[in-house]
């Protein structure tokens, strides 16, 4: 059972006058009125999407927004791509070919619904804000108001004086794939290959050995791994 969705905007504003970001803004705290088990921020940098706001204690959403990234399609990066939402009440539902990698995936697997709302800076996409849940069904209406001003208000946080705590060098946001990074660029040193090469290259390793990313990616760069196997 969901809190009043009403509360949002509460919480938008408690973060938003507190000085902390997005730090002060609790990512539980915003499912549950939503009706949601877990919430997600992703903002888009040079090597796609950044996990960057999360609750540590939900894997479930954190592996499922891991598998797109890994993958590179999904209800996340179909937002991101056509700066509108995608609302999926059952994954099981949705048609193989619309999501070809994906939906095998996490067929056996947690959440069941998914719905991704782009974060939008006028006609900049910033990235896209992605709830979970492992019951199927769709959003009510209030609660789909909700998440949409749940992402105009993150939007807000982040670009006002309130919010530049995020954005500073000495407090940025949490980058949720560092270790990928780093083994991206241990890969491009070690292989001579780009730096996106490099990242397609680990992503593929990952995929096709069924591993998680991050896994794969904290080999490389405590040099378990360095991925130029013939197998891969």
């Given at each position: 059972m969901s809190a009043d969705s009403s509360?949002?905007?509460?919480?938008?504003?408690a973060a938003t006058h507190s000085g902390h970001g997005l730090s002060a803004l609790a990512p539980a705290s915003c499912a549950h009125v939503l009706g949601l088990d877990s919430i997600t921020l992703c903002l888009m940098n040079t090597s796609g999407l950044e996990l960057v706001w999360y609750d540590p204690s939900h894997t479930a959403g954190i592996a499922f927004e891991d598998l797109e990234f890994?993958?590179?399609e999904g209800p996340t990066h179909d937002t991101v791509r056509t700066g509108e939402p995608v609302l999926v009440p059952d994954l099981h539902t949705v048609p193989e070919?619309?999501?070809?990698?994906?939906?095998?995936?996490?067929?056996h697997s947690p959440p069941r619904a998914v719905h991704a709302v782009p974060?939008?800076?006028?006609?900049?996409?910033?990235?896209?804000l992605t709830g979970h849940r492992a019951a199927p069904?769709?959003?009510?209406?209030?609660?789909?108001?909700?998440?949409?001003?749940?992402?105009?208000?993150?939007?807000?946080?982040?670009t006002t004086p309130e919010g530049i705590h995020d954005m500073r060098a000495?407090?940025?946001l949490p980058l949720h794939r560092a270790v990928v990074h780093q083994a991206t660029g241990a890969l491009t040193v070690h292989l001579g290959v780009p730096l996106d090469q490099a990242l397609?290259?680990?992503?593929?390793?990952?995929f096709t050995h069924n591993r998680p990313l991050h896994d794969v990616a904290h080999d490389v760069v405590h040099r378990y791994?360095?991925?130029?196997?013939?197998?891969?």
């Open positions: 509360d949002i905007p509460a919480l938008l504003t890994t993958l590179g070919e619309r999501w070809p990698a994906l939906l095998p995936a996490a067929r974060v939008n800076l006028g006609a900049t996409r910033l990235g896209a069904g769709p959003l009510t209406r209030p609660q789909m108001s909700s998440l949409l001003a749940l992402a105009e208000g993150t939007v807000t946080i982040l000495d407090q940025p397609i290259r680990l992503r593929a390793y990952a791994a360095t991925l130029d196997m013939p197998s891969c």
